[in-house]
């Protein structure tokens, strides 16, 4: 199974959609827009980066599935929230990884 990181660099959206996410990413607060992208308000803020960026990508997927199909219950909306929760919590993974030395 691939790690969540190496999915999220994965990932491939159209560039509008990317676009607006990376926009909303400046504004990305964990504490209180994890539990709404995730729609689990109760134990987000538990999860560790890498937990919640696994759970964000099964999410994100399925929206893609469902644009990609054109399902009548599609949300870009909601789709751009979890993209910026997903690039968030990706950011976050990133910075708390180990550095190793240049060789």
Same mark, same amino acid.
């Given at each position: 199974? @691939?790690? &969540?990181? $190496?999915?999220?660099?994965?990932?491939?959206? &159209?560039?509008l959609? %990317?676009?607006?996410?990376?926009?909303?990413?400046?504004?990305?607060m964990r $504490? $209180?827009?994890?539990?709404?992208? %995730?729609?689990?308000?109760?134990?987000a803020?538990?999860? =560790? !980066?890498?937990?919640a960026?696994q759970?964000?990508?099964?999410?994100?997927? $399925?929206?893609?599935?469902k644009?990609? @199909?054109?399902?009548?219950?599609? !949300?870009?909306?909601?789709?751009i929230?979890?993209?910026?929760? =997903?690039?968030?919590?990706?950011?976050?993974?990133?910075?708390?990884? &180990? @550095? =190793? &030395?240049?060789?």
């Open positions: 199974m @691939q790690d &969540p990181l $190496s999915r999220f660099e994965a990932l491939r959206r &159209p560039g959609l %990317l676009k607006a996410a990376e926009a909303g990413l400046r504004h990305y $504490s $209180s827009h994890l539990a709404r992208a %995730l729609g689990q308000y109760h134990h803020q538990a999860l =560790t !980066s890498c937990e960026l759970d964000l990508l099964e999410i994100e997927h $399925s929206l893609n599935e644009r990609r @199909q054109n399902e009548a219950g599609y !949300s870009y909306l909601r789709h929230e979890v993209l910026i929760a =997903t690039l968030g919590e990706a950011q976050l993974l990133r910075a708390a990884a &180990p @550095q =190793t &030395p240049a060789e």
